[in-house]
């Protein structure tokens, strides 16, 4: 968006991108008789082009008129119809600095630094990047870092050993044009996505950087793409990202509309921990030990620096006159051990990462023609493998049961591992689900649910997956017929479930086949869907301190058009061990900061007056979901935290306005405010916190209207 005619002589767009913010301010502007439009202005934050430095105390200039004219949006919700040059878009400078605010507030952007007339900074090309959850004041500079492909479309396919090979060799890398980096700016370091395949031991991302050189030499971009040179023909270094740096990770800009990250220049040396020198022959998954290279050609070398099996034929001087072709009959007995060791490990059947199971979750929604938000997948995958009970909430239609199939389709679960309990208005206790014993006949009557027979199945296959769903659960008061489960969920050691008194074990006819108590592993995943209107009962704090509630996002109904719903694929079944390989639980998995943010929101509560706050119980869930957030995923720590605040904390906001209004309400000129927001402002630099201020924007509409909110 905010592009600039060049028709102008005077008008120089520099080479590269820079990162900045937009001051929430506006100024009106007269274009022309009869046009009104709106300046704003952008901070840079990271190095600028030569000439570009007496910007920094100004600021460059950019006009509203080209973001709206860019905006299909606005345009229709606003029912604007002017000029498509986007001039008289707005009544007043309130309603553009409004606009403003909403559509670049809050947020990093990038933009191509221009001078127009020689003498103003002005801002070409500018693109929204990601919300900063964390204040700005008295950051340091950020620094530009190239990233070559994405974890999705890695560079070369995946294959490091080539992306490496090109930088040994001199050749240029694709993907970072002048558009994108400018001359005057020396690379620290440069970051490159791998293959999937190789992420336990190199990757999602691989970093390179000099060894003993703060920088690569100044030239990057030059005839056929980038290069990236140590000085002096130094050694070059490589290493893994650390993706367990949440620090890092918080601060890190990874831009999704060009080829960089921008970092803080006091985290550039985080980059740089535990890097090793370039093995010789750039064969950086052998030095990682990855034996089985997938990209490896048919032919094998023998070089003077031993066996070569990548990409380009070696050069003349480096070729050993023992080297051969492998269609030869003769082949050198260190090519034949080679090919051996390779057979021999392509025979090994690859285990599944998490990384490749939430790709397959995603193809199983697309493959059913579901629309699911990408973030309510992993969300929900987070709550399923690091709390004993995931509730799915919303209006009926959203497809709280289908995600639930859904999930178990995509862990390869055949129909008598997953089990869907309809519940019903008469459910009283835990015998209209379970069974009862029958004193007359002396035998063990189970339920119609099932749910008896799946548990006993569940504890004599500890191997498999069972998932089991109970299906719009607050029907019925789920405190009386769930009460057995409540205790089981919150026990961490050899939670059991009681059929009936193990007294009348030797007693029962059938005890053999229904045992007195049954083990409840975690090889056992409980859901529930609920809907919330006039039919069904509200859950007590008791099942919200146990449970992770999330609440659907509804999708739009024109992005119906773009599935194609094919046949359901089968996939091959996922191990209870291979699910439990996902988990994290070792310690709290909250920062220091992160417990000082529940402090503060329980001194809120309980100042406010109402039976309502955050126990240890919730605050260690919080802590284990967070550590189990996968890595490298458009769902970061940032985003999980929101979502813990959500599903964990807020769900627990209900009561009149009396109670709440100290809490969360709209002010006299209809902003959003109460302790609860200036509680999420304070701790901004944790996280942005949209989903909880929608919530929070929800309830205080609620308690406007109906004086109640539930």
């Known amino acids: 968006m905010g592009n600039y005619s060049n028709s102008d002589n005077s008008y120089r767009p520099a080479d590269g991108k820079v990162l900045g913010r937009v001051r929430p301010e506006v100024k009106a502007s007269t274009p022309q008789e009869g046009m009104r439009d709106y300046r704003f202005f952008v901070d840079p934050l990271s190095p600028l082009p030569k000439g570009y430095e007496d910007s920094e105390k100004h600021g460059f200039t950019g006009f509203l008129s080209n973001i709206v004219s860019e905006d299909s949006e606005f345009r229709t919700a606003s029912g604007y119809n002017g000029l498509s040059n986007g001039y008289n878009a707005f009544s007043n400078e309130e309603e553009a600095e409004a606009y403003l605010k909403e559509t670049c507030g809050n947020a990093f952007v990038t933009f191509t630094p221009a001078l127009k007339k020689n003498k103003f900074f002005v801002v070409d090309d500018l693109q929204i990047e990601e919300r900063v959850p964390f204040a700005l004041e008295g950051e340091s500079r950020y620094y530009p870092v190239p990233a070559f492909g994405t974890v999705s479309q890695p560079i070369f396919s995946g294959d490091i050993n080539k992306f490496c090979y090109h930088i040994l060799s001199g050749k240029p890398l694709p993907g970072l044009p002048k558009k994108y980096w400018n001359n005057d700016v020396q690379p620290r370091v440069l970051v490159a996505a791998t293959s999937r395949t190789f992420e336990d031991k190199l990757g999602p991302w691989v970093v390179f950087a000099p060894l003993f050189d703060e920088t690569f030499d100044s030239s990057v971009i030059g005839e056929g793409g980038a290069y990236f040179r140590v000085k002096n023909q130094g050694s070059l270094g490589y290493g893994t990202v650390d993706m367990k740096n949440s620090e890092l990770f918080s601060r890190l800009v990874r831009c999704s509309h060009s080829p960089l990250w921008f970092v803080p220049e006091e985290f550039l040396p985080d980059l740089r921990k535990g890097l090793r020198p370039v093995p010789p022959d750039g064969d950086l998954l052998r030095d990682s030990g990855i034996l089985v290279n997938p990209f490896d050609q048919e032919t094998i070398f023998i070089t003077k620096k031993g066996i070569r099996r990548n990409f380009d034929l070696p050069e003349a001087e480096d070729v050993d006159s023992t080297a051969r072709d492998l269609t030869s009959e003769e082949k050198p007995s260190a090519v034949e051990d080679t090919e051996k060791e390779v057979a021999s490990e392509e025979k090994k059947e690859k285990p599944m990462g998490e990384s490749d199971f939430l790709l397959r979750l995603s193809d199983a929604a697309a493959n059913?023609?579901?629309?699911?938000?990408?973030?309510d997948l992993i969300n929900f995958h987070v709550s399923m493998k690091s709390s004993r009970l995931t509730i799915l909430a919303g209006m009926s239609g959203t497809g709280k049961s289908g995600l639930v199939r859904l999930y178990g389709r995509a862990l390869g679960l055949p129909e008598e591992q997953v089990r869907?309990?309809?519940?019903?208005?008469?459910?009283?206790?835990?015998?209209?689900?379970?069974?009862?014993?029958?004193?007359?006949?002396?035998?063990?009557?189970?339920?119609?649910t099932g749910l008896a027979e799946l548990l006993i199945q569940a504890a004599a296959h500890p191997e498999k997956l069972y998932l089991l769903c109970f299906d719009e659960m607050n029907l019925a008061r789920v405190e009386h017929y769930f009460a057995q489960f409540i205790s089981v969920l919150e026990k961490e050691e050899n939670p059991v479930i009681r059929l009936y008194n193990p007294s009348l074990a030797g007693k029962l006819y059938n005890s053999s086949a229904y045992p007195a108590e049954i083990p409840v592993g975690r090889n056992v995943l409980f859901t529930g869907t609920v809907n919330v209107d006039e039919s069904t009962y509200h859950f007590s704090d008791k099942i919200l301190d146990r449970a992770n509630v999330i609440t659907l996002h509804q999708g739009r109904f024109h992005d119906l058009l773009d599935l194609g719903k094919e046949e359901p694929v089968e996939y091959p079944e996922i191990s209870a061990s291979l699910y439990d390989s996902f988990r994290k639980d070792e310690g709290l998995g909250l920062s220091e900061k992160e417990l000082d943010l529940l402090d503060a929101l329980n001194d809120a509560f309980h100042k406010s007056g109402i039976q309502c706050g955050i126990g240890f119980r919730v605050a260690r869930q919080m802590g284990r979901y967070l550590a189990n957030i996968p890595e490298d995923l458009d769902f970061s720590h940032a985003d999980g935290l929101d979502s813990q605040v959500v599903q964990r904390i807020l769900t627990k906001l209900r009561g009149s306005s009396q109670q709440l209004m100290g809490l969360v309400s709209f002010n006299d000129k209809g902003e959003l405010s109460g302790s609860l927001l200036q509680v999420l402002n304070r701790f901004s630099g944790l996280s942005s916190f949209d989903r909880s201020r929608a919530v929070l924007e929800e309830k205080a509409g609620e308690l406007k209207l109906y004086d109640y909110t539930i």
Do not use: C, H, Q, T
Request: glycine fraction near 8%; charge should be negative.
């Open 420 to 448: 869907f309990l309809a519940v019903r208005p008469s459910w009283m206790d835990d015998g209209d689900i379970l069974g009862y014993v029958d004193m007359k006949n002396m035998v063990y009557r189970s339920a119609d």
């Open 368 to 375: 059913s023609g579901l629309l699911y938000e990408k973030e």
